[in-house]
């Protein structure tokens, strides 16, 4: 730990080297970008935040800013309805020679008032602080399979953990899981649906991970048919859908870095490799595009491993 | 004298017609001179003029050249034998006749008479008082500015016109119809009340009457603690208020007064008198810790205070025995709010005070001021705590399982390769993350602990750390396979910082609050559920279970916040992410966590220090200060200072003008 501090005194010295170099006369103003300016009552709204940093200020861009707490300021008609902290603490260089950064957040619930953000069919506009662009978003009627998906996750508790998982809400309550659950069984094709699953596979995942703390070990005895978990066969069904949330929401990079390991333990080495491919080539500098990086060199390490050794012959690839 | 000759003719007339009658001599006497009216109990010359030959005193038609004259008063003879008399005038009176009768040798005879009025003092007036002989009043007045004067009169007795010169006045001046003093106004007197004091204001006239004259002042203006309120106490240097101050929030969490807003103003007067009316004005005085913005925009002037609700009980009182005078200040909540109240018991002085004058402190004779009185609130720290680390179950802060050893020496010189056996997962799945920990075996008789060099973090193969020392020579070959493996954790749970006697805490007197840690008594449910690794965004969100034993709930009349200490936040990922976060806050709870064991690792963290800072953010300062963030620096918000106490990661020592502002509010924390 004594290494992280050493870090953490160097950044410092490294920040605080350019922030006394910087001439500050330029303002950045924030670009809000949505992908949809139409979206439904109870569809979560993903925007990206992004902003350039004028050559004047600093010439050797950083990998990331870590950002101080901002809100997104939700208006109807002119009224503030919603005041939503962004959560994100990281703008991601995006294009470098645009020298832009990005983040992107999900806006669905107001975490603090504990209520839906786009509860009625209006025109709302959204900015991110004091310096932003103004997003407009035109709100419509739900169809009638997403005002199902939305009746059946009313409950506060559902939004925290389908925003947060178990990490936030604490204890798993069954109803909550059982909502989420409806909600994927009922209405599999809306976003609200994708997002259940993508919640619900990392968090089966979490749970077979504590019960079965050999990921080769669980591997090897599935392989060879000695046991059967129902956590895993969850976790991988919902970590399937929730892989088909659209490629900018966030949770999905999680997602496609467990399904990947979900896959290996299925034997299905193709897959995973061709996951955190997709992990790595979408989101390359995101943690998660990081982190498929290392996990692909040490899946090749681990094929190259199990090609040296005889072949199994139970072993089948699903 | 016309009359009394005609009467005495008459009398002539009808001895002519009596047969016995006989002809007396014709007396002709010339009138008496002398003062008609005179002050009891004075003496006074009366005299017949004598002017022989031409004009003697009396005449006698028949030739009589010599008299004898007869003085009377009240028909008493009290003189004789001459043409002058002095009398002493001893008894007041409005008619009393004084005579003089000149009787000739031939029978004859003449009187001349005079009425003298004979004065006292009937009463002494003032202030609507009248003192008449044996009942002496007293009356109390206000004092005046400089050369300030009421009147005194007096009345004489029997009515009418006084005697020159009189009456004459003691302790009072003379009025007079000009200014040159020619023309005195008789029985009108002034007297100065510019200064405080009793005086007795005689008339005399014979006698004398007199009439006490209090002069009232304020002589003390104070602000007194109303009831079983915190006593009020000096207010500390710093800011530079002065005065007293008051704690008008609740005195415990069970308070539900609703008088702790209250202080009594009490005003003595001198001479110390009962039944003074006091008047009562109160201002809001310039905040003296800034004259500039965002703290105080309107610079020297006052009106500035942030609270509303501040009021006084009445506009006047009256004094007791003791001279006291009380009304009862009622302050508003919000922070740094000040007042002085102003007194006097002359009502129409303290009708000039104004805004300026009393924030300039130029006031009008005779108004005092209290000393300055400023709000301050106490900020009640609810403490808890997780509780002590569990060593099983899920939050049990090691790892455990079965080894396999590597050789002695490789890959490093020193070390051995330990294989866990297992993977790492969630939380401690990160690379290194037991650096520095402990990695403990025991073969039943011998328990023998390696310090962790590394540890890998893999996605699919069992992890492994690197430790050491030689566990298997140390074992003869043979080491035991069981291991527990700790991270370099040291912080023990539950643990209570004490921000109140912190020198972190006093950091909040410069917006006039006082942190206060609430009694182990009004706090019995102090330890919550121990959670190894407490998300940020669950403290972020006021959700799970870290707030679950929260014991009080925060209003205007009771600030309070909770501090609750936790282990350490998930914030773990050494890959490129190496932000430590020491303290977070429930953005929406007045509550806030503290990492112990990540502020115990973080180099010179201070753990009040984080408090503070976290306990700035549920004051109401949602932005860290720049520039000593880590965004982009021309995003700086706030106050641009590098020491503020609310800038990011390596807050300063002090909080800016911009936090001052946030928490110096009216409502609740």
């Known amino acids: 730990m004594r290494n992280r501090t050493i870090c953490v005194a160097i950044f410092w010295l490294i920040v605080m080297l350019f922030v006394s170099q910087v001439n500050a006369a330029e303002n950045i103003i924030f670009e809000l970008v949505a992908k949809q300016q139409t979206i439904k009552v109870g569809e979560p709204l993903t925007i990206d935040v992004v902003f350039s940093v004028p050559e004047s200020h600093i010439s050797e861009l950083p990998e990331s800013y870590d950002y101080d707490l901002e809100f997104f300021y939700v208006e109807k008609e002119g009224v503030l309805i919603g005041k939503v902290p962004s959560f994100?603490?990281?703008?991601?260089?995006?294009?470098?020679?645009?020298?832009?950064?990005?983040?992107?957040?999900?806006?669905?619930?107001?975490?603090?008032?504990?209520?839906?953000?786009?509860?009625?069919?209006?025109?709302?506009?959204v900015r991110f602080g004091d310096l932003s662009t103004i997003l407009t978003v035109n709100v419509e009627k739900p169809s009638n399979v997403e005002e199902l998906a939305l009746s059946l996750i009313s409950d506060p508790n559902d939004y925290f953990f389908l925003g947060f998982g178990s990490r936030v809400h604490g204890e798993k309550h069954s109803e909550t899981i059982l909502h989420l659950e409806e909600v994927v069984k009922r209405c599999p094709e809306t976003v609200l649906a994708k997002w259940c699953a993508a919640r619900l596979g990392l968090e089966y995942f979490k749970d077979f991970e504590k019960k079965h703390r050999s990921i080769m070990k669980f591997r090897s005895a599935k392989t060879q048919g000695q046991?059967?978990?129902?956590?895993?066969?969850?976790?991988?069904?919902?970590?399937?859908?929730?892989?088909?949330?659209?490629?900018?929401?966030?949770?999905?990079?999680?997602?496609?870095?467990?399904?990947?390991?979900?896959?290996?333990?299925?034997?299905?080495?193709?897959?995973?490799?061709?996951?955190?491919?997709?992990?790595?080539?979408?989101?390359?500098?995101?943690?998660?595009?990081?982190?498929?990086?290392?996990?692909?060199?040490?899946?090749?390490?681990?094929?190259?491993?199990?090609?040296?050794?005889?072949?199994?012959?139970?072993?089948?690839?699903? | 004298m016309k009359t009394r000759y005609i009467l005495q003719c008459g009398l002539i007339f009808i001895g002519t017609l009596v047969p016995t009658a006989f002809a007396c001599h014709e007396v002709e006497l010339r009138p008496i001179i002398g003062i008609e009216v005179v002050p009891v109990g004075s003496s006074a010359n009366y005299y017949v003029p004598d002017e022989p030959p031409t004009k003697p005193a009396a005449f006698c038609k028949q030739g009589c050249s010599s008299f004898t004259y007869t003085w009377k008063v009240n028909g008493e003879v009290v003189g004789s034998d001459s043409t002058s008399y002095e009398h002493t005038w001893s008894s007041i009176g409005t008619k009393i006749p004084l005579s003089v009768t000149a009787s000739c040798g031939g029978g004859g005879h003449a009187t001349a008479f005079k009425d003298i009025r004979v004065v006292g003092v009937g009463s002494v007036s003032a202030g609507g008082q009248i003192s008449i002989p044996g009942n002496i009043k007293t009356i109390y007045v206000a004092k005046g500015s400089d050369g300030a004067t009421i009147p005194v009169t007096a009345a004489p007795n029997p009515s009418g016109a006084w005697p020159t010169g009189k009456p004459t006045w003691e302790n009072a001046n003379q009025a007079y119809e000009d200014e040159e003093h020619e023309h005195p106004i008789p029985g009108l007197a002034t007297f100065p009340i510019d200064s405080a004091g009793t005086t007795t204001v005689t008339a005399t006239c014979g006698t004398s009457l007199s009439i006490n004259i209090v002069v009232v002042e304020v002589d003390l203006l104070e602000w007194k603690t109303y009831g079983d309120n915190t006593p009020l106490d000096s207010h500390p240097a710093v800011p530079n208020n002065g005065g007293k101050r008051i704690f008008p929030g609740h005195q415990s969490p069970t308070d539900a007064s609703s008088d702790r807003k209250k202080v009594y103003v009490e005003a003595v007067v001198s001479p110390i008198v009962a039944g003074i009316e006091v008047y009562f004005k109160w201002y809001d005085v310039d905040d003296p810790s800034s004259d500039t913005s965002p703290i105080d925009s309107n610079g020297a002037a006052g009106n500035d205070n942030r609270g509303s609700g501040a009021s006084l009980s009445a506009t006047s009182a009256t004094t007791d025995a003791n001279g006291k005078a009380s009304v009862v200040f009622t302050v508003s909540m919000a922070p740094g709010d000040n007042f002085k109240v102003f007194a006097s018991t002359n009502s129409s002085m303290l009708n000039e005070m104004t805004q300026a004058k009393a924030d300039s402190m130029t006031?009008?004779?005779?108004?005092?001021?209290?000393?300055?009185?400023?709000?301050?609130?106490?900020?009640?720290?609810?403490?808890?705590?997780?509780?002590?680390?569990?060593?099983?179950?899920?939050?049990?802060?090691?790892?455990?399982?079965?080894?396999?050893?590597?050789?002695?020496?490789?890959?490093?010189?020193?070390?051995?390769?330990?294989?866990?056996?297992?993977?790492?997962?969630?939380?401690?799945?990160?690379?290194?993350?037991?650096?520095?920990?402990?990695?403990?075996?025991?073969?039943?008789?011998?328990?023998?602990?390696?310090?962790?060099?590394?540890?890998?973090?893999?996605?699919?193969?069992?992890?492994?750390?690197?430790?050491?020392?030689?566990?298997?020579?140390?074992?003869?070959?043979?080491?035991?396979?069981?291991?527990?493996?700790?991270?370099?954790?040291?912080?023990?749970?539950?643990?209570?910082?004490?921000?109140?006697?912190?020198?972190?805490?006093?950091?909040?007197?410069?917006?006039?609050?006082?942190?206060?840690?609430?009694?182990?008594?009004?706090?019995?449910?102090?330890?919550?559920?121990?959670?190894?690794?407490?998300?940020?965004?669950?403290?972020?969100?006021?959700?799970?279970?870290?707030?679950?034993?929260?014991?009080?709930?925060?209003?205007?009349?009771?600030?309070?916040?909770?501090?609750?200490?936790?282990?350490?936040?998930?914030?773990?990922?050494?890959?490129?992410?190496?932000?430590?976060?020491?303290?977070?806050?429930?953005?929406?709870?007045?509550?806030?966590?503290?990492?112990?064991?990540?502020?115990?690792?973080?180099?010179?963290?201070?753990?009040?220090?984080?408090?503070?800072?976290?306990?700035?953010?549920?004051?109401?300062?949602?932005?860290?200060?720049?520039?000593a963030t880590l965004i982009p620096p021309q995003i700086e918000r706030g106050c641009g200072q590098t020491n503020c106490l609310m800038s990011n990661g390596g807050p300063g020592s002090d909080f800016c003008d911009y936090n001052i502002v946030e928490f110096r509010k009216d409502s609740n924390w």
């Open chain 1, 88 to 125: 994100f603490d990281k703008f991601k260089i995006n294009n470098s020679q645009d020298r832009q950064y990005r983040a992107t957040a999900v806006l669905f619930y107001d975490w603090l008032e504990r209520k839906l953000l786009f509860e009625v069919p209006s025109n709302y506009s």
């Open chain 1, 227 to 318: 046991i059967q978990e129902p956590l895993f066969d969850k976790a991988h069904l919902y970590l399937t859908k929730g892989a088909t949330l659209p490629n900018d929401f966030p949770i999905r990079e999680e997602v496609l870095l467990q399904l990947a390991v979900a896959k290996f333990i299925n034997n299905d080495l193709i897959k995973a490799n061709s996951i955190l491919d997709e992990l790595a080539t979408k989101y390359p500098n995101s943690k998660y595009g990081k982190k498929a990086v290392k996990a692909k060199a040490e899946l090749q390490e681990i094929q190259h491993s199990e090609s040296a050794q005889p072949k199994d012959p139970n072993h089948a690839e699903d």
């Open chain 2, 363 to 627: 006031l009008p004779d005779t108004v005092v001021a209290t000393e300055m009185l400023t709000t301050w609130r106490k900020l009640w720290v609810e403490r808890d705590s997780m509780e002590t680390i569990p060593t099983s179950g899920n939050e049990k802060n090691h790892v455990s399982g079965s080894a396999t050893y590597g050789p002695y020496g490789v890959p490093i010189p020193g070390r051995t390769e330990v294989e866990l056996n297992l993977n790492l997962y969630d939380d401690w799945s990160y690379i290194d993350q037991f650096e520095n920990g402990r990695f403990v075996i025991t073969d039943g008789t011998t328990e023998r602990t390696y310090t962790v060099f590394s540890n890998t973090s893999y996605y699919f193969s069992h992890d492994k750390i690197v430790v050491i020392g030689d566990p298997t020579g140390d074992f003869g070959g043979n080491p035991p396979t069981d291991y527990e493996l700790y991270d370099d954790d040291a912080t023990a749970m539950p643990t209570y910082p004490d921000i109140e006697n912190s020198s972190w805490g006093s950091k909040f007197n410069v917006a006039y609050i006082k942190p206060v840690n609430i009694d182990a008594s009004d706090n019995p449910r102090k330890t919550v559920v121990f959670d190894r690794n407490l998300d940020i965004y669950a403290v972020m969100t006021v959700s799970g279970n870290w707030m679950m034993q929260r014991d009080h709930s925060s209003s205007n009349s009771f600030w309070n916040v909770l501090v609750v200490s936790a282990f350490q936040d998930t914030d773990k990922d050494t890959d490129g992410d190496i932000y430590e976060v020491c303290g977070v806050s429930a953005i929406a709870g007045n509550a806030c966590v503290f990492y112990a064991e990540t502020c115990r690792e973080a180099s010179g963290s201070d753990v009040e220090h984080t408090i503070v800072h976290e306990l700035g953010h549920t004051g109401g300062v949602l932005y860290h200060c720049g520039p």
